[in-house]
């Protein structure tokens, strides 16, 4: 499968971004999806993810209760909803995708560039 993330930019601190990403292939719903984020000088993290139903969901403590991972399987996308940005959200963030139950993220998208200033 082949990922395509954008919906990156340039927001202020409290403000919203919603990332997509769009996946190729006919078996997206198969998939579990995922974002990663990597913030300058920072190891790459784990955002979110979600379950090929979009029934379970999993989020990182950092961006719990501000951030909302969905999936279209109709339309081979999954979103990232952020809200309540802050300065420290600023990172690239990746799309990411396994086989259900796969030990590792197989696939990775380019990535989205995400800049929250203060």
């Known amino acids: 499968v082949q990922l395509q993330a954008s919906g990156g930019g340039l927001v202020q601190a409290g403000g919203s971004l919603r990332l997509s990403c769009a996946a190729s292939g006919r078996t997206f719903s198969s998939y579990t999806m995922g974002w990663f984020r990597q913030a300058p000088g920072k190891e790459r993290e784990f955002v979110a993810s979600i379950s090929w139903s979009g029934s379970i969901t999993d989020y990182a403590e950092s961006v719990k209760g501000r951030s909302t991972i969905s999936r279209d399987n109709a339309k081979n996308t999954v979103y990232l909803q952020m809200n309540s940005l802050k300065p420290e959200d600023t990172a690239v963030y990746y799309c990411?995708?396994?086989?259900?139950?796969?030990?590792?993220?197989?696939?990775w998208g380019q990535g989205t560039l995400v800049t929250v200033s203060s």
């Open positions: 990411v995708a396994k086989n259900p139950g796969a030990p590792k993220w197989d696939y």
